[in-house]
Each structure stands twice: as C-alpha cells, then as structure tokens.
C-alpha cells in the first residue's frame, strides 16, 4: 500500500508566506517558520535548501495557478481588447492569499536586487510574453499607435488596468467616492474603455500644450 503523501512541504510553504508577510524575507526567521509549519528546521533545509528557494516556492504556490489564467485571457483567438479585459477581469478576481503573495513580491522586488532578476527571469518565462504578443498584435493590427514602443504599451495596459483593480481592492472604502467606483467585469469593462480611449470627454478639445508648435505667425 503507497504511504500517503507528506503535508510538510505545503505546510512550510504557508507558514513562510505569512511570515514572509509580516516581516519580509530577510528578517524571517527559518526556525519561526519551522514552528509555524510544526516541523522542525530540518525538513524545511531538507525541501527548500536556502531561503531563497523557499520565496520562491511561495511565489510559485500562487504563479502557476495565476499563469494558467491569463493564459486562457490572453487566447490568441481573442480580439486584443477582448484579451485585455479578460486580464484586467482576472486581476480584479484574485484571492486574498493571491493578493498576499503579490504584496511580498512587489516588496521584495523593491528591496532585494538578487531577487529582483529571480522575478523577472521567471516572469519572463510566463506572463510578460504573453503582454508583449497581446501588444504586438495591437499595434500590427493598428489597435494602439505604431509608433508607441512595445515597453511603453506594457506598461500602460498594467498601470492602467491592473494596478488600479489592486489599488482598489486594498485601498478600498478609505478612498474617498469609493462607493461610485463599479465593481467586478464592470470595473474592468471600465478599465479598458480608459485605455482604449482615454479619460478626456469625447467632444473636449485638445490641450494648447499638447498642440504641435505652428511655426512663426507672420
């Protein structure tokens, strides 16, 4: 009879994040962890043998499962606005823990170049290919402006679709008008109207800054 499969790896995993949550990966204590997890430090050596492997274990607790979403979001068979509103949906969707997890890498990739090239190298190999084609079709399919460089259309999709879906679900009701803001695919459908089109009425001219110069006037 197949003895049953071990519960420790998981446990030492969970115990981690939420350590790795409140004091961040440095200050963490392997030891603490150990405790938290009811093992003891041997087995947490034994499954991650150094602290960074076991940040990235957390990271990936969650990765896997987030990747294989957007994934299915970002379906070449999608128009590339459908796409795009289908991630912005997803991140709005995310789960507490999922959340969690993405406060701890935003930190540690704030604070630790090391793991700042783990990150990125690993995302490199999951989602940001899946952005950069989303953005490729755009542009060569003239949804976005041809002249807008791939990293600028990145970034704009994340700032303005997805950073504001977790701005929104952290800050929540401490933001003032928060109760007007829509919620679920709507705030999505929102998100993606403001990229696509901007946040300036449709009938209000341009700014005189932003006109190009007319030269002398005679």
Do not use: W
């Not at 997890?37 to 990765?63: C, H, R, S, W």
């Amino acid at each position: 009879m197949a003895r049953p499969k071990s519960d420790i790896e998981p446990r030492i995993i969970r115990a981690a994040h939420d350590i790795f949550l409140q004091e961040g990966v440095d200050s963490a204590s392997l030891r603490a962890i150990a405790r938290s997890a009811g093992t003891n430090i041997g087995m947490v050596y034994y499954y991650f043998p150094t602290k960074e492997d076991l940040f990235m274990a957390v990271v990936e607790d969650v990765y896997d499962g987030l990747l294989k979403r957007l994934a299915d979001a970002f379906d070449t068979r999608r128009p590339v606005e459908e796409r795009l509103l289908q991630a912005f949906s997803m991140v709005g969707e995310l789960e507490p823990y999922e959340l969690e997890v993405g406060r701890i890498v935003v930190r540690e990739m704030m604070s630790s170049t090391e793991r700042r090239a783990k990150l990125l190298e690993r995302f490199q190999r999951g989602h940001l290919p899946l952005i950069v084609s989303t953005m490729l079709q755009g542009r060569q399919e003239e949804t976005f402006d041809t002249a807008i460089p791939i990293p600028v259309l990145m970034t704009c999709a994340i700032s303005v679709g997805m950073l504001p879906q977790l701005l929104l679900r952290v800050l929540g009701e401490r933001l003032p008008g928060f109760d007007e803001v829509p919620q679920g695919n709507q705030l999505a459908e929102l998100l993606t109207r403001v990229l696509f089109e901007g946040v300036a009425g449709p009938k209000r001219p341009p700014s005189p800054s932003l006109e190009p110069p007319k030269g002398d006037q005679p």
